[in-house]
């Protein structure tokens, strides 16, 4: 069964970078759409980018295009999203899941990032 655990959050300052991994394992993370989604307390789920089985990649969330990349090592079973110029409204509890849509029933724990000064 395929599991996908979170991390690579963490603390960081506006106009800062951090990378966060989605590792998978169970089963081959390279036959699915992968999506990297947040959370905010007290609000739903949205997404922010995904990536097909091929490569091709979708923005979920217009404040990050230009900022947000997604990508995939498959040899690694693992996919990535890559944050530069982080701003305070990026704060939130990152996760991936193996869908590009919503609703989604299982999230992982997530990773926290927090963008403050």
């Known amino acids: 069964q395929l599991r996908l655990v979170e991390s690579g959050g963490g603390l960081v300052q506006p106009g800062g970078s951090l990378t966060l991994s989605c590792a998978a394992s169970?089963?081959?993370?390279?036959?699915?759409?992968v999506g990297w989604f947040r959370q905010v307390p007290g609000q739903a789920h949205e997404g922010v980018l995904c990536?097909?089985?091929?490569?091709?990649?979708?923005n979920l969330k217009d404040s990050v295009k230009g900022r947000f990349t997604i990508s995939r090592d498959n040899a690694k079973n693992t996919v990535y999203l890559q944050m530069n110029n982080l701003k305070p409204d990026d704060t939130a509890v990152y996760y991936c899941?193996?869908?590009?849509?919503?609703?989604?029933?299982?999230w992982g724990q997530g990773t926290q990032v927090t963008v403050s000064s």
């Open positions: 169970g089963s081959r993370l390279d036959h699915y759409g």
């Open positions: 899941a193996p869908t590009c849509y919503l609703p989604y029933h299982g």
């Open positions: 990536i097909n089985s091929s490569g091709g990649t979708t």
